[in-house]
Structure formats: structure tokens, C-alpha cells
């Protein structure tokens, strides 16, 4: 079935630094793609999105393009910030059939340091 | 504020009980979902409808059933419970249309002891 690999945590930067996440999926048919961010004791917020290939979701300074050559939807940021430490989750939906519910990666944890 | 409601916040339980989360989806959604999250078992889907028929099911127990009700509002009933149930349930919903936004509540913390 369809599934969805990121990168394991947690990852520790350092204020201002670069970020990349890696997410790659696997899917029979034409998935949208999602990151969600889970903020600590909150629920999970949609950080951005897209659903066709070479899409580029982009939302508070993240960005993520989807490609479809290598089945992957990197999270990068170009300087983080201490308040963007969370969790961060990417997730498909699977685009067919009769539901759009979503898939899913375990989650990486982001902690940024002042 | 994602405009999904979910009560109650907070749920300490014993084992072999029986509990109802409750949720509220967002003005105008069809579709309800209902997830777990565990520390073992990551974002697992359990079940979704869609104007209260079933439409899709996931991980769901059997000790588990959801329902939606004629004004939207979805309940997920949690019976026999176990140690291991202990778990963030979150719910969700979304607009009619397989690549609509999905929008989460901010969760029930359910402690079994």
C-alpha cells in the first residue's frame, strides 16, 4: 500500500540555520502531498501543500516542491527560528478511489537553539 | 484555530471502561476522520465518514466504533479499554473533493490506568 518515509529526529539547529526534512513516498496513483507541523501540546496545523508534480507548497518561509522523478516532498527553510521547533509531519492522500484520507510519515522532530 | 472542535481535551480512565470522544467538524465539512496517535504506533487512521455514511476504515479495533449524526457532529466510542488505548485521538474534516485541505482538531488525551 501507500506509504511514507521522512527522516529520522531529532534535529537540532541552531538559530538561522538551514533546514531540510526528507520525505519520500511510495503511491500506486497520483497523491497530493502535505507537511503538517505539530507545535508542542497543540494539534496538527497544515504547513503547506501541493498536488501535482512539480508543485511548489509554500507557507511562513518553508518550502517543499514535489517531485515526482524521485518520489520525494523535501521541507527546507532558508534560517529557522527558535519558535519553529515542532514536530513535523509528512503526509499523503492517496488522490483516488472514494476517500482522501491521509498517510502519514512518523514525524520528525525539529528543536532550534538560540 | 482550525474550526474543528473536540471534547473532551483531557480523559484519565481505568481499564475495561468505556469512553466517547466527541467532535465537531468545521462549518460546512461532510467529511469526518478520526486518528491515533501513539508514541509506538506514529498518526494511524482509524475511520472516516462522509454526511454519516461510513466511507473509509483503517486501524480500528473492534473494541472501537464511530458514528456521524444527522447534523454533522461525529463521536468515536472507545470500549473495554486497555493500558495500551492510551493515546492522542484526533479528529478532522474536510470539504467534499479527493484533493481538499484536511483540518485537524487539537485533540483528546486519553490516559487508561
Known amino acids: 500500500g501507500d506509504s511514507v518515509t521522512q527522516m529520522e529526529g531529532p534535529v537540532t539547529l541552531s538559530e538561522e540555520a538551514f533546514l531540510t526534512i526528507n520525505c519520500t513516498y511510495t503511491a500506486t496513483g497520483y497523491p497530493s502531498l502535505f507537511w503538517y507541523v505539530q507545535y508542542p501540546g497543540e494539534g496538527l496545523q497544515l504547513l503547506l501543500k501541493a498536488t501535482k508534480a512539480d508543485d511548489k507548497g509554500s507557507n511562513k518561509g518553508f518550502e517543499a516542491t514535489y517531485r515526482k522523478e524521485t518520489t520525494s516532498f523535501h521541507l527546507e527553510k532558508g534560517s529557522v527560528q527558535v519558535s519553529d521547533s515542532a514536530v513535523y509531519f509528512c503526509?499523503?492522500?492517496?488522490?483516488?478511489?472514494?476517500?482522501?484520507?491521509?498517510?502519514f510519515g512518523t514525524g520528525t522532530l525539529l528543536a532550534v537553539q538560540p | 484555530d482550525s474550526g474543528v472542535t473536540q471534547t473532551p481535551k483531557h480523559l484519565i480512565t481505568a481499564t475495561g471502561q468505556r469512553v466517547t470522544l466527541r467532535c465537531s467538524p468545521r462549518?460546512?465539512?461532510?467529511?469526518v476522520y478520526w486518528y491515533q496517535q501513539s508514541l509506538d504506533q506514529g498518526l494511524q487512521f482509524l475511520i472516516q465518514?462522509?454526511?454519516?455514511?461510513?466511507?473509509a476504515k483503517g486501524n480500528i479495533l473492534e473494541r472501537f466504533s464511530a458514528q456521524q449524526f444527522p447534523d454533522l457532529h461525529s463521536e468515536l466510542n472507545l470500549s473495554s479499554l486497555e493500558l495500551g488505548d492510551s493515546a492522542l485521538y484526533f479528529c478532522?474534516?474536510?470539504?467534499?473533493?479527493?484533493?481538499?485541505?484536511?483540518?485537524f482538531g487539537e485533540g483528546s488525551w486519553l490516559t487508561v490506568v
Open positions: 478532522a474534516s474536510s470539504t467534499e473533493g479527493i484533493r481538499n485541505t484536511i483540518y
Open positions: 462549518s460546512g465539512d461532510l467529511s
Open positions: 465518514y462522509y454526511n454519516g455514511e461510513e466511507r
Open positions: 503526509a499523503l492522500s492517496e488522490g483516488g478511489g472514494a476517500t482522501n484520507k491521509l498517510i
